[in-house]
């Protein structure tokens, strides 16, 4: 395939999830059709399949431009303060640049049969195996070099520090009133990812520098799989 089909093929990829992204924020993922995504891109119904074999499968990489968007957000971040890898600083941005998107906001928010049509998709499976990956990748950087709290298993880790954020996450749509705002529950799940996994004295901004090369190439390989999965192999 030469760049200039593999550019098109981007092209009209970008501008059906643009329809599907439209469509998912007017009304729910719910009313979503694929004839309607095709009619608002100008293009044949057909012409979406050749993309993404199911509306499922058009909705997961419709979250999945999304969530590599954010991570590159998470990426650059890091790459002007390393400090920004501590778990706690990570994960709150994670948490902002999340919310902000009302794409992820509204995936999230899926009932549940939708989110098991999520996780059955065959798509997933290469994502699924990068995110561990990834998370080796991640803690194991942080351990090596002492950011992490002595002792603290890997594992256990890992599963800690996804409860934790699946817990701000899923109570997220519940929370009502402007005195409690996002930046205040995003401080709330910083300080509590601080004290749990993280050393009590910080620990200085060179450690995180020295951490730094192998926590962006973790993060930026799990970026690259959800683009893969948003396009498939035209990516």
Do not use: C
Request: no cysteine.
């Amino acid at each position: 395939m030469t760049r200039t089909q593999r550019a098109d093929l981007r092209e009209r990829a970008d501008a059906l999830l643009d329809a599907a992204t439209a469509l998912l924020l007017a009304g729910g993922s719910r009313r979503i059709r694929i004839e309607e995504v095709a009619a608002r891109a100008g293009v044949g119904k057909g012409t979406v399949y050749l993309h993404w074999a199911s509306r499922d499968h058009l909705l997961l990489a419709v979250g999945a431009r999304e969530a590599a968007a954010m991570l590159d957000a998470v990426i650059a971040a890091i790459e002007a303060d390393p400090v920004e890898a501590a778990p706690h600083r990570y994960l709150r941005r994670h948490f902002l640049e999340a919310m902000r998107r009302p794409v992820l906001a509204l995936i999230f928010d899926a009932e549940g049969a939708e989110k098991d049509a999520f996780a059955r998709q065959p798509a997933r499976e290469g994502l699924r195996e990068t995110k561990l990956v990834t998370a080796h990748g991640y803690l194991g950087a942080l351990a090596d070099h002492g950011l992490l709290r002595p002792g603290l298993d890997l594992a256990d880790a890992d599963y800690g520090l996804q409860a934790v954020a699946y817990g701000f996450f899923a109570s997220e749509p519940f929370q009502d009133g402007p005195e409690r705002g996002r930046e205040h529950r995003a401080d709330q799940l910083a300080e509590v990812v601080r004290r749990s996994f993280e050393p009590d004295e910080a620990p200085s901004a060179e450690r995180y520098s020295a951490a730094a090369p192998q926590v962006l190439a973790a993060f930026t390989a799990l970026a690259d799989q959800f683009r893969r999965t948003a396009y498939g192999d035209n990516e």
